[in-house]
T-cell receptor, first 115, second 109 residues
Framework: EADIYQTPRYLVIGTGKKITLECSQTMGHDKMYWYQQDPGMELHLIHYSYGVNSTEKGDLSSESTVSRIRTEHFPLTLESARPSHTSQYLC??????????????FGPGTRLTVL | AQRVTQPEKLLSVFKGAPVELKCNYSYSGSPELFWYVQYSRQRLQLLLRHISRESIKGFTADLNKGETSFHLKKPFAQEEDSAMYYCALFSGGYNKLIFGAGTRLAVHP
């Protein structure tokens, strides 16, 4: 079934740990995105990718990094987690066609808490 | 600057009452706007887009360029409409969306 998967759904971790948030999609989409959302605030785009070996930073500066080695996989890594990284992280994907908007489909999110 | 503003964090109404979720935008070009919804324990999903001019689950939204608004309306709220609603602006480029902070709609029996 075509879907977007994120693991883990919840993560509580100590300061200084390295973490990787997983995102995979079976939608066959080229474009993928990572959003960060603090409680009661806007979703902010932190990374996006047009396809394999293509990654770009979004509007909100983030200390996280991403990679896109396979079309369906777009993991996000924090080398050294800090309490300021506590947030919800949403992964999304979309098709690529022309200049019009292509609907972004969202994963269930990962809620990260750094103690 | 491109911006989406949703002035209400929470909108609380009774079942059967009309609902209007406000959204204002700032955009220099011709805007394309959307409403996304997130029901409890579900993921964020597209509710409607202004170019479709359709009614989804009884909701409609009209783009008012003069007032730079895209308010979401429903004449008679249902309890199952309770959710977080996000207004979003398509900013072109890499399929970029700019989101508002969201409004929580609570419909009481």
């Amino acid at each position: 079934e075509a879907d977007i998967y994120q693991t883990p759904r919840y993560l509580v971790i100590g300061t200084g740990k390295k973490i990787t948030l997983e995102c995979s999609q079976t939608m066959g989409h080229d474009k993928m995105y990572w959003y960060q959302q603090d409680p009661g605030m806007e979703l902010h785009l932190i990374h996006y990718s047009y396809g394999v070996n293509s990654t770009e930073k979004g509007d909100l500066s983030s200390e996280s990094t991403v990679s896109r080695i396979r079309t369906e996989h777009f993991p996000l890594t924090l080398e050294s987690a800090r309490p300021s990284h506590t947030s919800q992280y949403l992964c999304a994907s979309s098709e690529t066609s022309g200049g019009a908007y292509n609907e972004q489909f969202f994963g269930p999110g990962t809620r990260l808490t750094v103690l | 600057a491109q911006r989406v503003t949703q002035p209400e964090k929470l909108l609380s109404v009774f079942k059967g009452a009309p609902v209007e979720l406000k959204c204002n935008y700032s955009y220099s070009g011709s805007p394309e706007l959307f409403w996304y919804v997130q029901y409890s324990r579900q993921r964020l999903q597209l509710l409607l887009r202004h170019i479709s001019r359709e009614s989804i689950k009884g909701f409609t939204a009209d783009l008012n360029k003069g007032e730079t608004s895209f308010h979401l309306k429903k004449p008679f709220a249902q309890e199952e409409d309770s959710a977080m609603y996000y207004c979003a602006l398509f900013s072109g480029g890499y399929n970029k969306l700019i989101f508002g902070a969201g409004t929580r709609l609570a419909v009481h029996p």
